[in-house]
């Protein structure tokens, strides 16, 4: 029985802007297994963004405890911190990201860029992660000649790179019209099921959030709802 990737244990996240307190997240507790496919939903404010931003390792809880492969985040260093997210996470985000005026196979290389490895191969891996979304035969095409789908492709290629436990995507789908959209669903859904990669995403439309197997609803900091397909 798989066991839980993810434990959340009555997170608060709170901003200080100007004199105003802003409780982004007030005591979410919930914790996601190894291999879960879930979506994130709510209204804008809901505390998604913070939320995922925790997740990803690149903001810390006010209080409360986030409990990754068995291991407390707030006891990690930045070292440590930049290692998880090099390794263990893959970011796919609504924008792309991606650098101008270089090819998908250069984009896709990045994170071995900044990783611990020894480069050996860099090449072979980049192209069988894009061989992995279907890309492979435009590895040598630059951003600009890649339609939005391919580019969101790339995306997923190089999170793929260094073999993540976790997948984090926000609004995957959000610059893509829905026959794209579809295609890259099915693209996580496969990596999901095929490879046993956890997939984390947060998207506003219902259609998207049904490809996941569970769906969580936040409204006000905190989660009002949960569904299993």
Not at 25 to 31: F, P
Not at 116 to 126: E, F, L, N, P, V
Not at 154 to 179: H, Q, W
Not at 193 to 201: A, C, D, Q, R, Y
């Amino acid at each position: 029985m798989p066991g839980n990737i993810i434990e959340l244990r009555n997170l608060v996240k709170t901003y200080h802007v100007g004199e105003t307190e802003v409780r982004a997240l007030r005591g979410v507790t919930y914790s996601i297994q190894e291999g879960d496919f879930l979506a994130i939903m709510g209204p804008s404010g809901s505390g998604k963004s913070s939320l995922m931003n925790i997740l990803g390792c690149l903001d810390r809880p006010t209080s409360g405890e986030y409990i990754l492969d068995g291991e407390e985040v707030s006891t990690f260093d930045k070292n440590k911190l930049a290692r998880i997210r090099n390794q263990k996470i893959g970011f796919v985000f609504q924008s792309f990201n991606l650098l101008p005026r270089t090819t998908a196979l250069e984009n896709t290389e990045l994170p071995l860029l900044y990783s611990s490895s020894d480069g050996r191969d860099t090449t072979g891996r980049a192209l069988a992660s894009l061989e992995a979304v279907g890309l492979k035969d435009r590895a040598h095409h630059k951003t600009n000649q890649l339609s939005g789908g391919e580019q969101q492709r790339v995306a997923i290629a190089r999170a793929l790179l260094n073999n993540p436990t976790l997948i984090l995507a926000d609004e995957p789908t959000g610059n893509l019209d829905s026959k794209t959209s579809s295609e890259v669903m099915n693209i996580f859904k496969s990596l999901n099921e095929n490879k046993g990669i956890t997939m984390v995403m947060v998207t506003h439309e219902p259609d998207i959030a049904a490809w996941a197997g569970k769906r969580i609803y936040l409204k006000d900091g905190l989660i009002v709802k949960e569904e299993h397909s």
